[in-house]
């Protein structure tokens, strides 16, 4: 049986929310929940709603609607606000307490919403609400930007898809392997996403969560990586592979490369590539079989790698070590 997630909608008929210059937080999160269903069922999960029209239930009824589902986890989508327009801007993530699954995908989601562009204001507990007290399976209410925040809502209506696709990815890496992490076999991706993906990666010894160990292979989960030997301009997309550079120079060569990313949508990469790149990496986004894939440095050496990826690590990155020789990824 697939997983049953229960999307809420913050809000509905007379109570609008939070306000902004006609702006209602209760259409902006309706609209949203659609894409977000959307994105989750073509991961393969059922999806339920508290409400699909502009009709009001109390906290507490969502609560018992959600519970009624039978629905494994509870996602409840809202828009903040502050007293002063623009005050504050950005992401963040409630939940009753920081521990267990509903911890892990609360960041996940944050991380992921960073990724389009939301500064990330964190996990905040909250004890108080309804649809987190009242609620007997995992829940969670993301707060998707500042409603009276001008910069937040420019993204949230011009990168709305990328937003609902965000958090979808932002759940399903908490649930199950993503492919971004380390797996077993390159047929995941194909299995989980309706992708091909050529790339061969390391057998995984276990590795989960953001904070993982490296595995016996030197194949960690997690990383980012400062200034390898390869360097890469900022709006430079590499189209099936690695730059021409290395291809015409070091075909005879094993080289290392750190995998940090897969992505389904190229601003998405391009915009981790950028945040590399600013960073001091030297980050290339290459497609490969309909995947955008972004990725570190090109060392002789797996030490290198290693060591790069140890940095990349440190910075909460989860990221996989590849081979390149002959013209083709390992």
């Given at each position: ?10 809000h ?7 306000s902004?210059?006609?702006r209602?937080?209760k ?48 996602i ?33 989601i ?45 993204l ?11 958090i979808a ?41 953001q904070?993982?160990?490296?595995s016996?292979?030197?194949?960690g ?29 070091q075909d ?12 389904r ?5 391009n915009?981790?590539?950028?945040q ?23 060392f ?24 390149y ?6």
């Amino acid at each position: 049986m697939a997983t049953k997630i229960i999307l809420d909608p913050g809000h509905g008929g007379y109570d609008a929310g939070a306000s902004y210059e006609g702006r209602r937080e209760k259409d902006d999160v309706l609209n949203l929940a659609f894409d977000v269903a959307a994105n989750l069922r073509r991961l393969g999960y059922e999806v339920e709603f508290t409400r699909t029209d502009d009709v009001y239930d109390s906290p507490n009824e969502k609560a018992r609607i959600g519970n009624a589902s039978g629905a494994d986890y509870f996602i409840s989508l809202h828009r903040n606000s502050s007293a002063t327009p623009n005050q504050y801007e950005g992401v963040e993530t409630l939940v009753y307490s920081d521990t267990g699954t509903k911890a892990d995908m609360a960041r996940n989601i944050n991380s992921r919403l960073e990724d389009v562009g939301f500064k990330n204001l964190g996990v905040d507990v909250r004890k108080d609400l309804a649809v987190l007290r009242r609620t007997r399976m995992p829940a969670l209410l993301l707060e998707v930007g500042f409603i009276n925040n001008e910069g937040d809502n420019e993204l949230f209506d011009a990168r709305r898809a990328e937003i609902a696709e965000a958090i979808a990815v932002g759940i399903d890496e908490t649930l199950r392997p993503s492919v971004s992490a380390v797996v077993s076999n390159h047929d995941f991706v194909n299995d989980v996403y309706g992708y091909q993906t050529s790339m061969p990666v390391f057998a995984d010894t276990g590795v989960s969560g953001q904070n993982a160990e490296m595995s016996d292979d030197m194949t960690g989960q997690n990383g980012n990586t400062p200034n390898g030997s390869m360097t890469v301009p900022n709006d430079n997309m590499q189209n099936g592979g690695v730059t021409d550079n290395i291809q015409q120079s070091q075909d005879e060569q094993v080289i290392y490369q750190i995998l940090v990313s897969l992505f389904r949508n190229l601003a998405m990469a391009n915009y981790k590539m950028n945040q590399l790149i600013n960073s001091g990496f030297d980050a290339t986004a290459n497609e490969v079989d309909g995947l955008y894939q972004v990725r570190v440095g090109a060392f002789e050496t797996i030490e290198e790698a290693v060591m790069v990826q140890e940095q990349l690590r440190n910075r909460g990155y989860e990221t996989l070590i590849v081979t390149y020789q002959d013209g083709e990824i390992r």
